[in-house]
């Protein structure tokens, strides 16, 4: 099953994706079945309570060489905070004065029982699903201080995410998905999640070896080869194969921030 | 694993923030990985997992099923948030907080500052807050003082960092919108005090507020 957020006459409300979305383009509410025009609402992140946001740099074999690095030994792990978190068809900010912002189109695992410890062998059971994200960076900005620094990755809408959630069992092997990113119709980036480099039941158990993992925390798992400049005025669709295609506006920093600029 | 009622959304830290270590660091900087020193506040993020309070026994940490050789701890002056706080300049900072409490920060011993340091800083529990938040009308003239077993470890005077608050609250603000119950702890000293199991922590900020805790066995 697929669950999103979203708002609908200024409510916050959980619902499911059928199917027949696709053709009827309608939302069923998890509280009463009523039905809802896309329409009507406002996309919100997936997730209900956001946890800890982990994402991973260069763990795809092909995206670190794109990057000139050695494909990483150990996983390089960032956070990133919630406020990055924006949802499916909403707006993404380009900072005044940058030379490039890129998106990583990204295969996030949600997880959804707390665990420490936890092996290889029993970490899928602490995945509650999937759902994409699309881990902009301002490349401008990076210093080689616990980069990649909170400036590069840790701005307002620069980690939209979405379209939904959905469970994990309804995609099942994630080993081999098709992922793709389309920057105003034209394709920018074409991988498989076959080129990770550290895989979703090893960064469970890596991860939980050092912390306790919670209901809501989110592992971004990095992102293959295909970067390009964005500009306010694209939009970008990230898909991954069996579980969504996120939509996003790049605006102004103006734009974005209105009465706040 | 013990909630803090201060923190609500995001614990930012701020490294290298101590002027001596700073200072002391320049020829390090020049050289490979930073070829340069850090022209923005170096940041990082305590995760919730960390989370705790004044009075909690801090875990000792494991390292791939053993116990840490040596853990560390920094205080630092801790900004509790109360109201929303987007791209603020820096004479207006201050506005937008609701007070003042100590974060203790314990980690691994900090190896280096060139990729986030996931396994030595987001242990749980390792991230106290203090129970009070406290209104301070200028908390440049703040002094944080730590004491392990009850010998003075670090005496750190705010105004003796690279960057003071309201510099801090508007860069960051400028990066991420703060929340009511985000925590920005300002700035560490540069030598962090080592610990022992067992070990009683404790900083003050001399009629402000104080923060005890124990670490784990």
Redesign the interface.
Known sequence: MKHARVLFNGSELDVTVEDSFAETGQLKSKIDGQLINEADVTWLCPVKEPGTIFALGLNYADHAAELAFEPPKEPLVFLKGANTLTGHKQNAYRPDNIEFQHYECELVAVIGKEGKNISREDAMDYIVGYTVCNDFAIRDYLENYYRPNLRVKSRDSLCPIGPWLIDRDDVGDITNLKLTTHVNGELTQEGTTADIIFDVPFLVEYLSKIMTLKPGDMIATGTPKGLKDMQPGDTVVCEIEKVGALVTHIVSEQTFYGDKY | ?SKNPIVK??L?CV??NDAEQFNAMQAEFAEA????A???P????K????WSTDGAVVEWA?V??SPAEQMVVGASLAVVFGKEC??VSETEALDYVEGYTLVHDFSLVEQN???????GK???TSAPIGADVVAVADPQALTVVTSVNGTVVNETPVSQLVRGVAELISTISY???L?PGDVIAVGFPGQRATVAPGDKVHSVIDGVTELNNTLGQ
């Open positions: 694993m959304g995001k930012v490294a290298l990985p930073y070829k340069g850090p022209q923005q170096v940041l990082y993020f995760p919730h997992n960390t494991q791939d099923g987007c791209r500052y060139y990729r986030p340091d996931i396994k987001c242990l749980d990066i991420m919108t929340q």
